[in-house]
C-alpha cells in the first residue's frame, strides 16, 4: 500500500477490540521453505466492544489453508480472506474457537519481521506488528491472551528449541528425524511479545534464585563456537536481576528466562516474554572482538530488556500511542541500572550526549513530534529518540519533582494497580499524583508538546542590599502541527557557587521548592536570594535536570570557574563545553573572524592542563568526556540555520588542534601513568582509563600527525584488547597518509571472520571527513563481508557515512544521491532499515540553500519511486512537508 493511502491511525479513534482472544494454541512444524501454522484461538466477545461485530484479523503477505470454527471448516462462502485480512462478517453468538492454518517461507522473508531464518536459525520479530505476518491475529496490544506453543523441527537442523514461558514437553518424533517441544506461558500477553527460535545454537547457562525465593534458569544462546563470548551478558542478567529486586522491589516470574543472539536483526533487542531475542552485537563479548563500548552497551541492553518483563510485559500498552509508557521507563530504568553499576555522572554525560545529538536534532526538524504522537501512518518509525531518551527524561524530571520517596511508592501503585493490564500515561501518571498528592495535569504536558524548550536565564547582584536576583523564561519553538506552545514544568536543579563553593540560599518566594530545585512553571519567573555574601555564578540545571537549552550569558572566566569548582560534576563538564560551543558557533559561520577562537583555544588549553596535570588521575572517565568536545554535528544544531558543515568542520579542527598542542607536553607522562596492567578487564575503572587515554591519542593525531601516527602504530601492535586497537585505527583516519592505509589494511587482516569488529572497521572509514570518503564506501561495499541484506552492515557502513557531517553534506549533492539510492534499494528487501536510513536526512533544513536543494531532490526521488513501503513513504513525505 503507498503511503499516500495508507489510513493515519489517530489516538482519539481508540476503540476497545470487539472481540477477545482468551488463550492461543500454535502448532508450528519448522521448515525453511514450507513452515506450517496451526493458530487454535479461543474467542469472545469483548463486553466492552460493540455487540454483534463482524471479526476482522489482521494479516500480512499471509497465505491461508485451512479454517474452521469449533472444530468444523468453514465454508468459502462465509469469510474472505487476503494477504492483508481475514473476515468472518457473521462469526457465532457465543463463544468459539477458531482454527487458522497458514504457510510461511521463512528463508524469503527478508524483512526481518515475523517469522524468518538468520544464519540457518530460525527466530521472530513482532513487535510492533509482526505477529500478523505469522497467522491471522488481532494483532494489537490490548488483546492479551495465554499461549500454549508446540514447536516440531528437523533433529539435526534445529536441535534447540524455543518460546515463551517454561518448558511443558519434548520428544522425538520417532523415525522422522524430526523432534517437538512444548512451551507454555502462563502470563496472558499481546501478541507482539510471541518468540520462538529453533537451531543449532550453544549455551551458556547459570541457575538463580529470586529475592522471594525463586529458582530460574537462566541461558544466553549463541551460534555454535561462540559460547566463549556469552559470558558477560549472562553475568549482566544476573546483576540486573538482583538490582531491578533492590531498587524497584520486582522479581523475576517464570522458571526460565532465555537470551538468544541472532546475527539478522533489524533492531537492538527484544522482550519477548520469557525469551529475548538480541541483536548478536548486543551480546556476544570477549576482549579481543568487544570494545569498553560494547561490553557497556551489552550490560545495557541486556538490562533494558529484562525490564521490560514488568515495564512492558507485565503491564503493557493499551495502544502504541503509548509506546513511551514502557520504551521512556525502561530507558530510564536501564540508565539507572548503568549509573548504579558504573558512574553516575560520566553515565549522565553520556546519555545527554545521545539525547542532544539524537533527540534534540529529531525536535528541531521535520519529524518532530510528541512524546506521545498523536497520529502515525507507520508505527514502526515512532520508535524514536523522542519516544524513548526523552520520553525517559520525562521520568526522570517526574521523580526529581515529586522525590525519591514519592516516585517510588508511585512506582510501587503502578506495578500493583495496572499488572496484568494493558496502560496508558494516564493511568501511569494517576499512581504518582496519588503517592505524591501533586497535581500533575500541568506535568503531563511533556508527553503532548514536541520541541525543545528554551530557558532563558540571567542574574543580578546588588552587592549593597546583598540579593542576587535570578530571572527565568522558557519558550518551546514551533514544531510541525503545533505552532503555538505553552509552558511545560521545568524543574531545574541549582547552585549559587561563590569563592568558596556553593552559597546557602535563602529566597521568600514561594516559587523556589527547596533544596536546590526551582520549578518553572509558567513562561517566566523572577527569584530574589537574600543574604548573599559575594557575587555569586548561578550554575543551573545542574544533572541536566530538565531536557531544554539553557542560555545563560555567562563569560568565559565565569564559565571556566565554573569547571572548577562547580559541586556539580555535570555542570563541570557543561562549563567547559559551553565555552566551547559558544567559540565553535561564531567561528563556524562562513567567512568568520578566527581570532576569537584562538583565543578561546588558549584559554581552554590551559583549563584542560592543569585539570589533567591535578586531576587526570582521580577520574579518567569523567577526564575523558571533558576532554571531548562537542561535535560537529551539535554545532550545526546550535547555529540552526543556513549551516555550512565545512566552516563549522574547519573551526572544530583548529579548536581541537590548538587544545592538542597544549596538551602535548604532559601527554606522555599521562598516557604512560594510564596504562593498565594485567589482563584486559571491562569494568569501569579499567574502561575509564582507556577512554582518557584514547582521547589523547586523538587530540595527538590530530595536531601532531607524525607523531601521532607512531603512536597509533605502537598502540596498535601492542594493544591486547579491541578497544585500543580500535582508538589507533580510529585516531589514525584523521591523518590522511599511506600510514593510514597500511594499519586499515592490518586491521581488516587481523579481523577477516569477525563481521562485527568488521562493523567498527566499516563505520570508521565512513566516518573520514575527506572527499575521498564516497568512493572508499562505495568500494567498501563490494568488501566480502558487506551485504545489504544484514542490517548491521549496512548500519556501519551506510549509516556511518549518512553520519558523516562534511561528507554527507557534501557540496556537490552527491552524499546525498548516494544514500537516497541505497534507501530505494534497500526498501524492497527491508523497509524498516531503509526507512531507517532515510531518517538521517532530518536535519537537512538547517543547512545553507544550495546543500537543501541538494537534500530536496534526494527526499523527492525517493518521495516519488513507485511501491514504496509505507515506512520509507511515510519518513519522505514528512521530511519534506
Ligand atoms: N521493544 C524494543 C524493540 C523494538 C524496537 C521492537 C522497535 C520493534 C520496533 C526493545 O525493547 C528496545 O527498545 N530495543 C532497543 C534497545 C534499547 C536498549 C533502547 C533497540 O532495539 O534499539
Ligand atoms: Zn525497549
Same mark, same amino acid.
Given at each position: 500500500?503507498r ?20 488463550t ?20 469472545r ?14 494479516? /500480512? ?8 470454527? /469449533?472444530?468444523r ?17 457473521n462469526?457465532?453468538?457465543?463463544d ?13 522473508n ?18 510492533a506488528?509482526g505477529f500478523r ?8 496490544? /490490548?488483546v ?5 506453543v508446540?514447536l516440531?523441527?528437523?533433529? *539435526? ?11 511443558v514437553?519434548a ?11 512444548v ?10 511479545? $510471541? =518468540?520462538?527460535?529453533g ?11 529470586t ?9 544466553v ?5 561462540k ?7 549472562l ?6 536481576? @538482583?538490582w531491578?529486586?533492590?531498587?524497584f ?6 522458571d526460565?528466562?532465555n537470551?538468544?543472539?541472532v ?11 520469557g525469551?529475548n ?6 551480546v ?6 568487544a ?29 502504541w ?5 514502557k520504551e521512556?521507563?525502561?530507558? +530510564? ?22 539525547l ?16 506521545r ?8 518509525? +515512532? ?20 522525590g ?7 512506582m ?8 496484568g493490564t *494493558?496502560?496508558?500515561i ?8 496519588e ?8 506535568f ?6 514536541a ?8 542574574g ?24 503555538e ?8 536543579? $541549582? ?29 517566566c ?10 557575587a555569586?555564578?548561578?550554575s543551573l ?16 572566566a565565569?564559565?571556566?570557574r565554573?569547571f ?16 566551547a560551543?559558544?567559540?565553535l558557533?561564531?567561528a ?5 573572524d ?7 583555544a ?5 583549563a584542560?592542563d ?24 551539535d554545532?550545526a ?14 573551526a ?23 596504562a ?14 582507556? *577512554?582518557? @587515554? ?21 598502540? +596498535?601492535? =601492542? ?7 580500535l ?22 587482516e ?6 562485527l569488529?568488521? /562493523? ?24 566480502p563481508v558487506f ?5 548491521n ?14 561528507q554527507f553534506?557534501?557540496?556537490d549533492?552527491e552524499?546525498?544521491g ?5 534507501v ?9 532499515v ?6 538521517? $536526512?532530518?536535519?537537512w ?5 544550495r546543500?537543501?536543494r ?11 519511486m513507485?511501491?514504496?513501503? @509505507? ?11
Amino acid at each position: 500500500m503507498r503511503n499516500d493511502d495508507a489510513p493515519l491511525i489517530r489516538l482519539e479513534d481508540y476503540r476497545p477490540s470487539n472481540w477477545l482472544i482468551d488463550t492461543v494454541d500454535l502448532d508450528i512444524s519448522l521448515h525453511p521453505q514450507k513452515t506450517r501454522v496451526r493458530a487454535l484461538l479461543a474467542l469472545r466477545a469483548n463486553p466492552a466492544g460493540e455487540p454483534g461485530s463482524p471479526l476482522v484479523l489482521d494479516g /500480512d503477505e499471509l497465505a491461508l489453508k485451512a479454517l474452521s470454527i /469449533d472444530g468444523r471448516p468453514l465454508d468459502a462462502s462465509a469469510y474472505e480472506a487476503t494477504p492483508q485480512a481475514l473476515t468472518i462478517p457473521n462469526p457465532p453468538p457465543h463463544d468459539f474457537t477458531l482454527t487458522i492454518e497458514t504457510e510461511l517461507d521463512p528463508s524469503a522473508n527478508t524483512k526481518l519481521m515475523g517469522l524468518y531464518r538468520s544464519s540457518r536459525v530460525y527466530c521472530t520479530q513482532c513487535e510492533a506488528d509482526g505477529f500478523r505476518r505469522i497467522t491471522y491475529f488481532l494483532d494489537r496490544p /490490548d488483546v492479551m491472551s495465554v499461549y500454549t506453543v508446540r514447536l516440531e523441527a528437523e533433529k *539435526a537442523e534445529a536441535p534447540v528449541l524455543l518460546s515463551n514461558g517454561n518448558l511443558v514437553a519434548a520428544g522425538e518424533i520417532p523415525g522422522s528425524g524430526r523432534h517437538f517441544a512444548v512451551w507454555h506461558d502462563p502470563h496472558p500477553k499481546p501478541a507482539y511479545l $510471541f =518468540a520462538l527460535v529453533g537451531g543449532a545454537l550453544d549455551h551458556v547457562r547459570q541457575d538463580y534464585v529470586t529475592a522471594d525465593g525463586h529458582k530460574v534458569e537462566l541461558a544466553v544462546y549463541v551460534e555454535p563456537g561462540k559460547a566463549g563470548r556469552a559470558g558477560w551478558a549472562l553475568d549482566s542478567l544476573v546483576r540486573c536481576m @538482583r538490582w531491578d529486586e533492590q531498587v524497584f522491589g520486582r522479581n523475576y516470574d517464570l522458571d526460565v528466562f532465555n537470551v538468544v543472539a541472532v546475527s539478522d536483526f533489524n533492531m537492538g533487542a527484544m522482550e519477548n516474554k520469557g525469551l529475548n531475542i538480541f541483536n548478536d552485537k548486543y551480546v556476544l563479548a570477549d576482549p579481543q572482538t568487544a570494545t569498553d563500548g560494547d561490553y557497556a552497551s551489552i550490560e545495557a541492553i541486556i538490562a533494558h530488556e529484562y525490564f521490560h518483563n514488568w515495564t512492558g510485559n507485565r503491564i503493557t500498552c493499551r495502544d502504541w500511542f503509548q509506546l513511551c509508557l514502557k520504551e521512556g521507563l525502561t530507558v +530510564f530504568r536501564d540508565q539507572e541500572f548503568s549509573s548504579d553499576e558504573r558512574s553516575r555522572p560520566v553515565k549522565r554525560i553520556a546519555d545527554v550526549r545521545t539525547l542532544r545529538s539524537t533527540q534534540f536534532s529529531e525536535d528541531a526538524g521535520p519529524l518532530a513530534h510528541p512524546v506521545r504522537p498523536r497520529a502515525y501512518k507507520e508505527i514502526n518509525n +515512532f520508535y524514536t529518540p523522542t519516544v524513548y531518551e526523552k520520553g525517559a527524561e520525562v521520568i526522570r524530571m517526574l521523580k526529581v519533582l515529586i522525590g525519591d520517596d514519592a516516585f517510588r511508592q508511585g512506582m510501587d501503585l503502578y506495578f500493583e494497580r495496572c499488572d496484568g493490564t *494493558a496502560a496508558t500515561i494516564e493511568a501511569f501518571l494517576a499512581c504518582f499524583a496519588e503517592a505524591s498528592g501533586q497535581d500533575l495535569s500541568d506535568f503531563a504536558r511533556w508527553y503532548e508538546q514536541a520541541g525543545t524548550p528554551t530557558i532563558v536565564a540571567s542574574g543580578r547582584y546588588d552587592a549593597a542590599a546583598k540579593r542576587y536576583t535570578l530571572d527565568l523564561a522558557q519558550s518551546t519553538p514551533p514544531t510541525p502541527g503545533q505552532p503555538e506552545k505553552q509552558p511545560v514544568v521545568l524543574p531545574i536543579r $541549582f547552585g549559587l557557587v561563590g569563592a568558596k563553593g556553593d552559597l546557602p540560599l535563602k529566597t521568600a518566594s514561594n516559587a523556589y521548592a527547596g533544596d536546590g530545585l526551582i520549578v518553572l512553571d509558567g513562561a517566566c519567573l523572577s527569584l530574589g536570594f537574600e543574604d548573599v555574601p559575594e557575587a555569586p555564578i548561578p550554575s543551573l540545571l545542574r544533572g541536566f535536570s530538565a531536557p531544554a537549552r539553557l542560555e545563560l550569558d555567562l563569560g568565559d572566566a565565569d564559565l571556566l570557574r565554573l569547571f572548577s569548582s562547580d559541586s556539580d560534576s555535570f555542570n563541570r563538564w557543561q562549563a567547559l563545553q559551553s565555552v566551547a560551543t559558544r567559540a565553535l558557533v561564531t567561528a563556524g559561520k562562513p567567512g568568520a573572524d578566527q581570532k576569537p577562537l584562538a583565543a578561546t583555544a588558549t584559554a581552554l588549553g590551559e583549563a584542560l592542563d592543569a585539570f589533567l596535570k591535578a586531576d587526570g588521575l582521580t577520574d579518567p572517565a569523567f577526564a575523558a568526556q571533558v576532554l571531548r568536545l562537542p561535535a560537529p554535528a551539535d554545532i550545526a544544531r546550535e547555529i540552526g540555520k543556513d549551516v555550512d558543515p565545512e566552516a563549522i568542520f574547519a573551526a572544530h579542527r583548529s579548536l581541537s588542534s590548538a587544545i592538542g598542542k597544549a596538551l602535548l607536553g604532559n601527554m606522555p607522562g599521562l598516557s604512560a601513568a594510564l596504562a593498565t596492567s594485567g589482563p584486559y578487564r571491562p569494568d569501569a575503572a579499567s574502561a575509564g582509563r582507556r *577512554a582518557l @587515554r584514547n582521547e589523547l591519542l586523538g587530540l595527538a593525531a590530530l595536531c601532531a600527525p607524525a607523531k601521532g601516527a607512531d603512536l597509533c602504530e605502537e598502540q +596498535f601492535g =601492542a594493544a591486547d584488547n579491541l578497544t585500543d586497537r580500535l582508538a589507533a585505527l580510529a585516531a589514525m583516519t584523521l591523518i590522511p597518509s599511506e600510514r593510514r592505509e597500511v594499519l586499515i589494511a592490518r586491521f581488516a587482516e587481523a579481523y577477516a571472520n569477525e563481521p562485527l569488529v568488521l /562493523d567498527k572497521w566499516l563505520m570508521a572509514q565512513a566516518l573520514i571527513p575527506e572527499p575521498a570518503t564516497l568512493d572508499r564506501v562505495k568500494k567498501l561495499m563490494q568488501h566480502p563481508v558487506f551485504s545489504l541484506g544484514n542490517p548491521n552492515r549496512v548500519r556501519a557502513l551506510i549509516g556511518g557515512f549518512a553520519a558523516n557531517l562534511t561528507q554527507f553534506n557534501r557540496p556537490d549533492g552527491e552524499g546525498y544521491g548516494f544514500v537516497s539510492d541505497i534507501v530505494i534499494a534497500l526498501d524492497r528487501t527491508n523497509p524498516q532499515v531503509a526507512s531507517r536510513l532515510l531518517g538521517s $536526512f532530518k536535519s537537512w533544513r538547517m543547512l545553507e540553500p544550495r546543500r537543501q536543494r541538494f537534500a530536496r531532490e534526494a527526499l523527492s526521488t525517493v518521495a516519488r519511486m513507485p511501491n514504496l513501503s @509505507r515506512d520509507v513513504a511515510d519518513i519522505a513525505e514528512r521530511a519534506l512537508a
